[in-house]
């Protein structure tokens, strides 16, 4: 399973609420997903301006 798939498996189980998420998930699942959401974060910043094709 890649790293998106972990992290929608995740977010499914919770409901798709980052409130949910943020008070009931181990803390794995949640660095887990708030790194995905960060690295995802990243990658579009860096083509706002042009710094990756």
């Known amino acids: 399973m890649n790293e998106k798939e972990q992290v929608q498996q995740i977010v499914n189980k919770y409901n798709k609420s980052i409130s949910?998420?943020?008070?009931?998930?181990?803390?794995?699942?949640f660095k887990i997903v708030m790194k995905y959401i960060a690295n995802e974060a990243n990658i579009r910043q860096r083509r706002l301006v042009v710094l990756d094709n």
């Not at 949910?20 to 699942?29: D, G, I, M, P, V």
């Open 20 to 29: 949910c998420l943020s008070e009931n998930a181990t803390a794995k699942e």
